[in-house]
T-cell receptor, first 114, second 113 residues
Framework: EAEVAQSPRYKITEKSQAVAFWCDPI?????LYWYRQILGQGPELLVQ????????DSQLPKDRFSAERLKGVDSTLKIQPAELGDSAMYLC????????????FGPGTRLTVT | AQSVTQPDIHITVSEGASLELRCNYS??????LFWYVQSPGQGLQLLLK??????LVQGIKGFEAEFKRSQSSFNLRKPSVHWSDAAEYFC???????????FGTGTRLKVLA
């Protein structure tokens, strides 16, 4: 069964350092999402891509966060500089697009900022 | 604004007992509704979904959910819980037509042997 891949699974970094997360969606899925999940809460959307284009990044803290999906396949989410409050699980999800509303999630990257 | 409420933060049930997890949403029309399960340190797995039609939907792992328009609810049920069902459960809605989810805060399920 096809799955969404994410790496790394765990990341510990010091505040003010840069950190990057990678996501490879299910093959053929046009829509890709990055979510942030703070412990004890539900996921919150950071950015949504349709192919290589950003559809919604209204909740992305653009002063420190950036996301790209250059060839419309895999994607990278970057934080620079990391802050203590960025400690969270970062989840990637993908969807077929073309009217499909089911999202399929990867295992996530657990970020700890010290 | 659209919102999703899961009123129970924690629920504890005995193995073999029945389960109902509550979800209420705030939206003018019928949204697209989902239940996901998350095991510790893992991503989310889709349990079931409701788009239209029959208001009782069946999902994986023996779960079902019932959509009640009059109550703006989409409660998740299972007749007999197994120890492996211990996890966190999230209700999500897609309301805006832009294929974005709003998640509830989740319900953590503990199963007693």
């Amino acid at each position: 069964e096809a799955e969404v891949a994410q790496s790394p699974r765990y990341k510990i970094t010091e505040k003010s350092q840069a950190v990057a997360f990678w996501c490879d969606p299910i093959s053929g899925h046009a829509t890709l999402y990055w979510y942030r999940q703070i412990l004890g809460q539900g996921p919150e959307l950071l950015v949504q891509f349709q192919d290589e284009s950003v559809v919604d990044d209204s909740q992305l803290p653009k002063d420190r966060f950036s996301a790209e999906r250059l060839k419309g396949v895999d994607s990278t989410l970057k934080i620079q500089p990391a802050e203590l409050g960025d400690s969270a699980m970062y989840l990637c999800a993908s969807s077929l697009g073309q009217g499909s509303r089911e999202q399929y999630f990867g295992p996530g990257t657990r970020l700890t900022v010290t | 604004a659209q919102s999703v409420t899961q009123p129970d933060i924690h629920i504890t049930v005995s193995e073999g007992a029945s389960l109902e997890l509550r979800c209420n949403y705030s939206y003018g029309a019928t949204p697209y509704l989902f239940w996901y399960v998350q095991s510790p340190g893992q991503g989310l797995q889709l349990l079931l979904k409701y788009f239209s039609g029959d208001t009782l939907v069946q999902g994986i792992k023996g779960f079902e959910a019932e959509f009640k328009r009059s109550q703006s609810s989409f409660n998740l049920r299972k007749p007999s819980v197994h120890w492996s069902d211990a996890a966190e459960y999230f209700c999500a809605v897609d309301t805006s037509g832009t294929y974005k989810y709003i998640f509830g805060t989740g319900t953590r399920l503990k199963v007693l042997a």
